[in-house]
Nanobody
Framework: QGQLVESGGGLVQPGGSLRLQCAAS????????VAWHRQAPGKEREFVAV???????TVTDSLKGRFTVSRDKTKNTLYLQMNVLKPEDTAMYYC?????????WGQGTQVTVSS
């Protein structure tokens, strides 16, 4: 059974940066589409960014220019580089993997942007 474990969240001041990591075990992320989602308090979970099986990347339009998604196949890890963070980026960030009918979610890592 595969597993996703997120890390790298924390408290950061507005304008700061964080790099989230999602370590996969039990499966090869190169054979899955792997993505980041986030959920702010009182809001629905929303898509942030994805790396496809072939390695193409997509970041949701509202976050382009500030957020970058990447994967390291040798480390079997997905990353999310977040720059110029704003208070509205405060959320629980989740890693997600999908291939066909198989889906996996991580437990999430909290990001809080506050002065």
């Amino acid at each position: 059974q595969g597993q996703l474990v997120e890390s790298g969240g924390g408290l950061v001041q507005p304008g700061g940066s964080l790099r989230l990591q999602c370590a996969a075990s039990g499966f090869n992320i190169s054979t899955y589409a792997v993505a980041w989602h986030r959920q702010a308090p009182g809001k629905e979970r929303e898509f942030v960014a994805v790396v496809s099986e072939i390695g193409s990347t997509t970041v949701t339009d509202s976050l382009k220019g500030r957020f970058t998604v990447s994967r390291d196949k040798t480390k079997n890890t997905l990353y999310l580089q977040m720059n110029v963070l704003k208070p509205e980026d405060t959320a629980m960030y989740y890693c997600y993997a999908v291939r066909g009918d198989t889906t996996l979610w991580g437990q999430g890592t909290q990001v809080t942007v506050s002065s």
